[in-house]
């Protein structure tokens, strides 16, 4: 079936540490994309990224898409960085389908 | 300014009532999405819709209908509530296909059905 399975399902960091969260795709979804999302519900994209590495900021998003994963790297994490990361891959036109999230607290 | 709102934030209701949420977009996108956020911050498509059709995950009960006046407004009516139905809901938009372009979300509304 169409999956997306995304880990660690939770992550503690301390300020200044790196973190990488990674997300597995069944052979049916493409598009992945990256949001994420502020402890009080509303999700932010961030990235948009099918294949290949995009940066932004102290954000890096890898999407191979041969091995069917994509990777999002923080760099020098900042506790303003915690919340819910969520990897999604899109079914056909329409359809976007999410991992379960990676909760992340950065700890000052 | 230019994104996606919902409304209202936060919602409380008894088993057996009617809801409505409403969502509108400014980004001036074609397609608009309702999501059902469970408690476990699982994220599923319920409604896609632009001007021409309505997708509905099969998996979506029928109490639930979306309801469009324009590409602008995507609104979620729930005829007769029941305990699971508690969830945040997501608005989202895009461009035509999601295969070339993100979604982007509203803020979300928070049902609660005692």
């Known amino acids: 079936g169409q999956q997306v399975q995304q880990s660690p399902a939770s992550l503690v960091l301390q300020e200044g540490e790196n973190a990488e969260l990674q997300c597995n795709f069944s052979t049916s979804l493409n598009s992945m994309q990256w949001f994420y999302q502020r402890p009080g519900g509303s999700l932010v994209s961030l990235f948009y990224?099918?294949?290949g590495t995009k940066h932004s900021g102290r954000l890096t998003s890898t999407t191979v898409i041969k091995e069917r994963r994509s990777s999002l790297h923080i760099s020098s994490s900042q506790t303003t960085d915690s919340g819910t990361y969520l990897c999604a891959a899109s079914s056909g036109s329409w359809q976007l389908i999410f991992g379960s999230g990676t909760q992340l607290t950065v700890m000052p | 300014e230019t994104a996606v709102f919902q409304t209202p934030n936060y919602h409380v209701t008894q088993v057996g009532n009617e809801v409505s949420f409403n969502c509108k977009q400014t980004l001036g996108h074609d397609t608009m999405y309702w999501y059902k956020q469970d408690s476990k911050k699982l994220l599923k498509i319920m409604f896609s819709y632009n001007n021409k059709q309505l997708i509905v995950n099969e998996t979506v009960p029928r109490r639930f209908s979306p309801q469009s006046s324009d590409k602008a407004h995507l609104n979620l009516r729930i005829k007769s509530v029941e305990p699971e139905d508690s969830a945040v809901y997501l608005c989202a938009s895009s461009t035509r296909d999601i295969n070339q372009d993100t979604q982007y979300f509203g803020p979300g509304t928070r049902l609660l059905v005692l």
């Open positions: 990224n099918p294949s």
